[in-house]
């Protein structure tokens, strides 16, 4: 795993090599094995290397045989093997044995259509010398960030906003309408970012821009659900085969791997696989109270024969790296598991480079509790749309505690009104009370219906399930899942692998009917079956818990002082009513509401703000300056 960081200037001038070495180190964290550098007229690349395969060989930038096609990737190519083959086989020439050189050639083999030959994960750039032309891509689900901004005099990319930041002459200006979204989702949608000048390559796409500064952008991959009648039995069967082939794929590395290990069906599916290959290392962390993950996660490793370490998170451990884990991140993410993800990356990083990890099994087999609501509104929805919303208008006179009354609400609005993924946070009228936006503002940005609106309008061939399913495909997964994992890994130079994210995987799991996914009161009903007799039986129907983070007490304790007083002092009044923000804290302390989550984002929010619009970040850790203590 890597960095990679650089510039394309339209007018041929001499990149700066001391602001790509500023691009390069303010992400060492990414890879703090080997840096390199690559410039002609107009073109500079940079890299930082965690050397993960081919330790002694992979150094970039990396060129083809005449030193026309240049190269700097990050990620990793796990069919890179057969490929080399195939391509040894047309006639190309290898001089190392990594996959960063497969792709140079596939390349030079397939043009801009070698993106879809690679199983992996990967952001990456070409320099065509020839053609005067870079080429960068991102990988199908998005594991791997790629960051751009273009103006009229250059093109600036690199695998995080942080590397962009460095460059010269660069402005940090907020962008009001992600601010809009971000209080919504809890992350800033692809391909925005909250800076209005830089911009996400969103999953499965590539990007060209000519010498001149002609700019392109072109999807090359769709993860859109297909799903066809097959025997339960010939589903189950297919399923434990290639989840076991993309295990055995993503294990492939010449340092130590280890796993992340939960309470939950997901990391133990992975675990086990990996374990019945050889002996391996598994990390957890929890809270204290009933929900506390090590103690599942312990009887799991014992039962599957890892070699455990875990470690409880306490409310000091938590806030203390919260400053360190808003500036590797780049961007607010208002999700608090992200923390906890940072503390069992930094246990896992003392004793492997690699961890495999669940991310993903429940986009794919359909694993959220959200995912049966269609299924629990059927009594109502076959309805006739007229009838729908007359019994919609009339239940709104309802008062809000009447028994059903949700329900009826949101059986009769459609799915495409109620449903933006797993994350929904302030409405609209909250937005408008809680912030020192005009009214015509809020009515003129792309609102994140509209945003979900684009996924829907592809999918109404498809039953409501699927059609939720494919949209955390598209926004939830990438925004928020994959985000915090790569940021949270990489902080600390931990390599993160996604077994359940693998192309292969997919275009099997996208076939795989509904009713083979929700069946008989639970989720995921099709991977449960297939894991029947591989992973311990107590693991198998356990719920979904995730990072169970007790924020809400937390908050009505010093700590929601403190964030109290770090908001205001975050200079955010400029776009929120803090009144409003002081009324949610009161009637949050007071019991009268729980206000956790949206003080959390707001709290987020304050402390991005401070790192990246207040101070500017050096090279090293400028946001450790804060402090989160009371």
């Known amino acids: 795993m890597c960095g990679i960081s650089g510039v394309v200037y339209f007018d041929k001038r001499e990149p700066s090599v001391p602001m790509l070495q500023r691009m390069a180190d303010i992400i060492t964290h990414r890879g703090p094995n080997d840096s390199g550098m690559w410039t002609e007229p107009g073109v500079g690349l940079s890299f930082r290397r965690l050397s993960i395969i081919d330790i002694k060989e992979g150094h970039q930038p990396m060129s083809n045989e005449d030193d026309s096609v240049w190269i700097i990737f990050n990620g990793e190519i796990y069919n890179y093997h057969k490929l080399r083959e195939e391509l040894l086989a047309r006639g190309h020439s290898f001089k190392t044995h990594t996959d960063t050189e497969v792709i140079i050639h596939l390349y030079e083999e397939y043009g801009e259509r070698c993106v879809e030959h690679l199983r992996g994960m990967f952001g990456f750039v070409i320099w065509d010398r020839r053609r005067k032309e870079l080429f ?107 989840l076991q082939d993309s295990v055995v794929h993503h294990m492939h590395s010449d340092v130590e791997r280890g796993c992340f290990l939960s309470s939950g069906i997901d990391s133990t599916a992975i675990a086990t696989h990996m374990r019945a290959i050889e ?67 930094g246990l896992a990083r003392e004793h492997v480079t690699v961890v495999l990890s669940g991310e993903g099994a429940d986009e794919l087999f359909g694993g959220y509790r959200i995912y049966r609501e269609p299924l629990s509104l059927r009594p109502l929805t076959w309805l006739p749309r007229p009838a729908q919303q007359l019994l919609h208008r009339l239940v709104r006179f309802l008062p809000s505690g009447v028994t059903g009354r949700n329900y009826l609400m949101r059986a009769t609005t459609p799915l495409e009104q109620r449903f933006l993924g797993n994350a929904k946070l302030y409405s609209e009228a909250q937005k408008a009370e809680l912030l020192q936006l005009d009214a015509k503002r809020m009515r003129s940005y792309r609102d994140p219906w509209q945003i979900a609106g684009e996924f829907y309008a592809k999918t109404g061939h498809l039953d409501p399930v699927t059609r939720m399913q494919y949209i955390d495909m598209n926004l939830w997964l990438p925004g928020d899942i994959l985000m915090k994992a790569d940021k949270m890994t990489m902080a600390h130079s931990l390599e993160l692998r996604v077994p359940f994210l693998d192309k292969e995987l997919f275009e099997f ?122």
């Open 509 to 630: 799991a996208r076939t795989i009917p509904m009713e083979y996914r929700l069946a008989e009161g639970t989720t995921k009903y099709v991977f449960r079956k297939a894991m029947e007799g591989i992973i311990p039986d107590f693991i198998l129907n356990r719920p979904k818990l995730g990072f169970p983070v007790p924020l809400r007490d937390w908050l009505k304790g010093p700590k929601g002082a403190m964030m109290r007083e770090q908001i205001r002092a975050s200079g955010i009044e400029e776009w929120f009513d803090l009144k409003v923000v002081d009324r949610m804290f009161e009637q949050h302390m007071s019991g009268q509401g729980d206000y956790a989550r949206l003080l959390w984002a707001v709290y987020v929010f304050g402390l991005w703000h401070t790192t990246y619009m207040q101070e500017v970040p050096a090279v090293g850790m400028a946001a450790a300056k804060a402090t989160t203590t009371a």
């Open 136 to 242: 960068g891509a991102r990988d199908h689900f998005g594991i791997k960030p790629f960051y751009y901004t273009v103006d009229q005099e250059r093109l600036l990319f690199g695998s995080e906003i942080k590397s962009l930041l460095a460059a010269d002459g660069m402005e940090r200006r907020l962008n009001e309408d992600s601010l809009l979204q971000y209080l919504t989702f809890q992350y800033v949608p692809e391909p925005e970012t909250m800076f209005a000048n830089i911009r996400k390559l969103p999953p499965g796409h590539t990007l060209k821009v000519t010498a001149e500064g002609k700019l392109s952008i072109r999807r090359y991959w769709d993860p859109m659900f297909a799903p066809v009648k097959r025997p339960f039995a010939d589903v189950v069967e297919e399923l434990r085969a290639k």
């Open 279 to 345: 002996p391996i290392q598994t990390f957890s962390v929890g809270f204290e109270g009933p929900n506390n993950e090590t103690i599942i996660a312990r009887q799991t490793a014992e039962a599957i024969g890892t070699q455990h370490y875990e470690k409880l998170i306490n409310i000091e451990d938590y806030f203390g790296v919260l400053p360190k884990a808003v500036w590797h991140q780049d961007e607010p993410v208002a999700d608090p598991s992200a923390i906890a993800l940072y503390h069992v990356a």
